[in-house]
């Protein structure tokens, strides 16, 4: 208790310090009601391993399930704690700084699939704390074999890290604001972005591994194999995600940090907080389950920002933030859903939104769109303040039958997109050709769109379309569709399949580094003429991609050129099934 009251102690120093106590008020005050999927845990919680385990036993069979939890971990230090974190679990420390909790123990993501394969480890993550993995796989390392939708955010692993299981495949994957004192060992996985973190080693390579604004990032250069690494020295504009704190007075507040330009390193390395501003919890409704989008409405339309609990939310009408500053947070993977053929979400075209932390499911009729970020013909700036998307996931299919023409439209200038998994189902429920049909995962109109880590697959047209000026992605993972019945079922005006990228021929800027496309054909005589389509350099001498890889994976199909009519072909048959191209033009 002694050992409890003094950390507690330091802990109210260090927030007091840092300037981010909450204002109060009595809504503050009050230990906000959660709902029973968040739980909320310190180090003297009764039980508090079995309780963690019995989420785990709920949720690592849980691919396709409703079932959504949030773990929040008060300040302190937890001793001899093991976390293990399966499906639609999110693992949240509640510290001003991810050092005032403490785990010394175990995080770990352990291979859904047979054959220690976690190449659908998905939806599941961890945010703001610390962990020494004295109980992980040995010497002092944490596993985290995950694929795509696993957020690491804000977090200091004291120690060393492994990101897959034994010899079996992972495909993940992001870090963000992360230090690792040690060594990082990404083994066997298929990519990785990492933004704004650091460690004492990196090791591995597989075929994309991006690094943007990090410190200690490995030497070697794509397209060397062993070395396939793209590295950007500093990231030229992010602002870091909100995150769920409690104070020194045990009043809970939402930190949304400000703008960094030109970054490098984790944003919590100084004595001080990095620049922001505090959001005391009384200025948000807390959504839970049963909320109607009337309500929710009403709630925005009120001044209110809305933070979504775990769970399944059915609606009946599209959200609309429409006020400047709205922030929107989702814990736990709360899950929105409409089956009346209206969108999820709607913005509109203001300055300083922020949406984080949501996942969106299609529904049974097509919306048009799951989220649109401002009208179409949208014209105000937002360079100063732009819009943030933070670890926003779409599906098309999987838990049952869904359709969308595009997931996420983009059509606010400036607009920033910090990690997202655009996902067209290719297992589970309501999978086929016809039942879970969406033609495209992001649609960008809007101009100066900045994109960190984005993974979009599946889609039967063009996986991403761009069409506004200035954009700028770094680190694209896709994987095109596996299902097209017949070539001629897949064909687009520039010839067999549809690009996995595209580039309209009216933009005039635009720059991507990290690109990675991959084939996985079911049906034979199926073929993709070309990854990714631009305009003619001679038109466009503004548009420049640079580290682009393309796969053959199974044994059928080819994708014939990387980028128009450059790049060696990857076949599965009769030649190398992987391509590469450092620069183009």
């Known amino acids: 208790m002694r050992c409890k009251t003094m950390a507690m102690q330091v802990m109210a120093g260090s927030v007091l310090a840092a300037g981010l106590a909450a204002p109060a008020s009595a809504a503050d005050a009050a230990a906000p009601d959660f709902g029973p999927h968040v739980h909320v845990l310190d180090p003297a919680t009764p039980g508090i391993q079995q309780r963690i385990d019995d989420i785990y ?21 937890y001793q001899n704690l093991r976390i293990p974190v399966g499906f639609y679990t999110q693992v949240l420390g509640l510290g001003a700084r991810p050092g005032d909790v403490h785990v010394i123990g175990d995080l770990r993501s352990t291979a859904f699939l047979d054959g ?12 703001n704390f610390a962990v020494t993995p004295t109980l992980g796989i040995g010497d002092n390392t944490m596993q985290w074999a995950v694929s795509q939708a696993v957020p690491l955010r804000r977090m200091h692993v004291r120690g060393n890290i492994r990101l897959n299981q034994h010899n079996g495949w992972a495909s993940g994957g992001w870090f963000s604001d992360v230090r690792v004192d040690g060594q990082v060992n990404s083994a066997t996985q298929q990519q990785w972005i990492s933004r704004n973190s650091q460690w004492g080693r990196w090791v591995g390579s597989n075929w994309n591994m991006v690094f943007v604004g990090v410190h200690g990032a490995p030497a070697g250069e794509f397209p060397t194999p062993g070395r396939r690494y793209t590295k950007v020295d500093k990231t030229p504009l992010v602002r870091e995600k909100p995150y769920l704190f409690v104070d020194a ?14 970054s490098a390193g984790v944003s919590w390395a100084g004595a001080k907080a990095a620049p922001g501003r505090t959001l ?24 209110r920002h809305l933070l979504f609990t775990p769970g399944e939310y059915l609606l009946t009408e ?3 933030v429409n006020r400047a500053g709205t922030v929107v947070l989702g814990i736990g993977f709360p899950t929105l859903r409409s089956d009346n053929g209206q969108p999820l979400v709607k913005t509109a075209d203001v300055d300083g939104l922020t949406v984080a932390g949501l996942f969106l499911d299609a529904g049974q009729a097509d919306s048009g769109v799951l989220m649109e970020v401002a009208p179409e013909g949208a014209k105000r700036r937002h360079r100063a303040d732009p819009t943030v998307l933070h670890d926003l996931f779409f599906r098309v299919g999987g838990a049952a039958a869904g359709q969308v023409t595009t997931a996420l439209r983009i059509n606010a200038h400036d607009t920033l997109v910090d990690h997202t998994w655009i996902w067209r189902a290719d297992h589970g429920e309501g999978v086929g050709w016809t039942s879970n049909p969406s ?16 993974f979009v697959e599946h889609f039967q047209k063009e996986q991403v379309v761009w069409q506004g000026n200035g954009g700028r992605v770094y680190f694209y993972q896709s994987e095109i569709p596996y299902d097209p019945p017949t070539q001629p079922q897949w064909r687009s005006a520039t010839g067999r399949g549809f690009a996995a990228y595209k580039v309209a021929d009216s933009v005039t800027r635009h720059e991507a580094w990290g690109l990675g496309v991959y084939s996985v054909f079911l049906k034979p005589d199926v073929v993709l003429d070309r990854a990714i389509e631009v305009p003619d350099p001679s038109k466009a001498p503004g548009v420049r991609l640079h580290h682009m890889i393309t796969v053959c994976l199974a044994d059928k199909g080819s994708i014939e050129r990387v980028i128009n009519d450059a790049g060696e072909p990857a076949r599965c048959q009769g030649g190398s099934n992987t391509a590469t191209l450092k620069d183009y033009p």
Not at 116 to 127: C, H, I, M, V
Not at 439 to 454: P, R
């Open 280 to 303: 005391p919890i009384g200025r948000f409704h807390i959504a839970r389950p049963g909320d109607t989008a009337a309500a929710l409405n009403a709630q925005l339309a009120a001044g």
């Open 57 to 77: 036993a709920a949720q690592q069979p849980n691919h396709f399930g409703p079932r959504r939890d949030a773990i929040l971990l008060k300040p302190g230090t």
């Open 318 to 320: 599209t959200l609309q």
């Open 439 to 454: 033609a495209h995962g992001l649609w960008v109109s809007g101009e100066d769109v900045t994109i960190y880590g984005l």
């Open 116 to 127: 220690d394969n976690a190449t659908q480890n998905f939806w599941r993550g961890a945010e």
């Open 249 to 262: 007075a045990g009043r809970y507040a939402v930190r949304v940090p400000a703008l960094r330009r030109d």
